[in-house]
């Protein structure tokens, strides 16, 4: 191991090894995310640390330690150890995915550090196949930036088959790292990962810019409009309704009959179901709310397909422009 030649991250992963893991995790507590992630790919390669080296180190970072005869290590127990001591344990989740599913150098995990625009022009000549495979990779935010940079027909193309990505082997993993690793290097991973779905594209179209959600979600409706629909469906959902402004819910609720509003506030929380009857006559609330006092049992299904039938009006009625859903990129006026 050779001083001189490492890099100013190389040698903060042996001086944090050196110092422990309550040291490193009161570091990483003052670093971003992604220093954590490069600091921790290099520990994950080392097994001992020779003297000399660890002499070097402290004396360049000015440290007065004990002189070391050598230094083994485990790297990756003394990572997750360092992780999980954050009181954050979101983050400490999110950190732990990303390091165990990386390995030192990959292309992939690189691509996660540079700069969207960066991406995009490295890999729109692609496939939009591949591509929607390495977006999968990536973090919903890096991702949606990225797909900004593309043409609308591009984003698309991508995030319609990474909605219908499930599971990729590491043979195809391993072939879309060799494609990038003349660009910018690594090595592939051999775990098999979880990538794309609906899901993913729900998380993805949430970031995006406004309005691209729609455009997007179009261009897919017209190869497969029932994936459409459920993407539609889990971006937005009965309870989502209690952030709209007063005069959208008002228009929505003119589209609603009193026998579904009273199906759908059944079991409802409290936060939606004040929202909804403050929006409405104070006799049609009370309406309601002896209907369901005396109402029976009523299977939740029944319940959840009324629910469902009145977000559908609601991103109906958006698409129209005559309401707007908070946090869904709906761009445009009104039309009155």
Do not use: W
Request: some cysteine; charged content about 25%.
């Amino acid at each position: 191991m050779q001083v001189a030649k490492m890099s100013g991250v190389e040698k903060a992963a042996v001086l944090l090894l050196c110092l422990g893991e309550e040291a490193a995790a009161s570091v990483f507590e003052e670093l971003s995310d992604t220093e954590v992630r490069m600091i921790s790919r290099c520990m994950r390669s080392i097994n001992y640390v020779p003297v000399n080296a660890v002499k070097e180190i402290m004396v360049e970072f000015q440290s007065m330690q004990k002189q070391y005869a050598g230094l083994f290590v485990k790297g990756g127990e003394f990572i997750k150890a360092a992780i999980e001591a954050s009181p954050d344990k979101e983050r400490v989740t999110k950190l732990l995915d990303q390091v165990s599913s990386s390995s030192e150098g990959s292309a992939l995990e690189t691509i996660s550090m540079m700069q969207p625009r960066l991406v995009a022009r490295l890999v729109e000549e692609e496939h939009p196949q591949t591509i929607a495979l390495i977006l999968s990779t990536q973090s919903p935010d890096h991702s949606a930036r990225i797909l900004n940079c593309f043409s609308e027909e591009l984003k698309g193309d991508v995030v319609y088959r990474i909605a219908t990505l499930d599971r990729v082997s590491p043979d195809v993993i391993a072939q879309i790292e060799e494609a990038l690793q003349a660009e910018i290097g690594g090595v592939v991973s051999r775990e098999q990962q979880q990538v794309g779905g609906v899901d993913k594209v729900v998380e993805v179209l949430a970031r995006m810019d406004q309005g691209s959600d729609q455009v997007i979600l179009d261009h897919i409706s017209e190869s497969n409009p029932k994936m459409a629909e459920e993407i539609r469906q889990k971006m937005l959902t009965f309870e989502d309704l209690a952030d709209l402004d007063s005069r959208s819910l008002q228009v929505l609720l003119r589209e609603v009959s009193t026998d579904q509003l009273t199906l759908a506030l059944r079991s409802a929380s409290k936060r939606i179901s004040d929202k909804i009857y403050g929006n409405i006559s104070e006799r049609a609330a009370q309406m309601i709310q002896e209907d369901l006092d005396v109402m029976g049992p009523v299977r939740l299904s029944e319940v959840e397909t009324v629910r469902q039938a009145i977000v559908k009006i609601a991103l109906s009625l958006e698409e129209q422009k005559k309401i707007v859903i908070p946090g869904r990129g709906a761009g445009g006026d009104i039309l009155v």
